[in-house]
């Protein structure tokens, strides 16, 4: 099991590194595919949960939003209930490089499934998705008893 686990970190992690390499091409970072990754996924997210879903500090993830506003690819909306927050959204100047992002995605799927029959994908992604789910209920119970 333990070596299971390891396969799948060693997995995510040279995939992750094929990508930025690929997304560099492109002219951007590891951090800022990401962050257009996931508010092309979540528009209007909170700085805060954004921070949460990048796995960083908040004032890591508020510095690449800093870079990112200043190249005009994020901007910082009010949220209308709690002026002390900003939502974050991708701005129309993102979505060219969103678009390619995603063609580079797609592009790299296919090769890193080659060979896979689509059930067998299907298969892999549900046993995923019950992973994620055992691992976030073993979250939810270390927050509840910290």
Not at 11 to 19: C, E, F, L, Q, W
Not at 118 to 137: S, T
């Amino acid at each position: 099991m333990k070596e299971l686990a390891f396969e799948l970190a060693e997995t995510s992690r040279i995939m992750r590194r094929v990508y930025d390499r690929r997304a560099a091409a492109l002219g951007v970072t590891s951090a800022q595919w990401r962050v257009m990754l996931r508010l092309s996924r979540e528009p209007g997210l909170k700085q805060v949960e954004l921070a949460d879903r990048l796995d960083v500090e908040p004032i890591t993830a508020c510095r690449i939003v800093d870079r990112m506003e200043e190249a005009g690819f994020v901007e910082r909306l009010r949220d209308p209930d709690d002026r002390r927050v900003w939502r974050l959204k991708l701005t129309s100047k993102a979505e060219p490089v969103l678009s390619k992002l995603h063609a580079v995605g797609m592009e790299m799927a296919s090769e890193a499934f080659s060979g896979f029959a689509p059930e067998e994908i299907d298969a892999i992604r549900g046993k995923l998705a019950r992973i994620r789910e055992n691992v976030g209920r073993i979250e939810a119970d270390q927050k509840e008893s910290a």
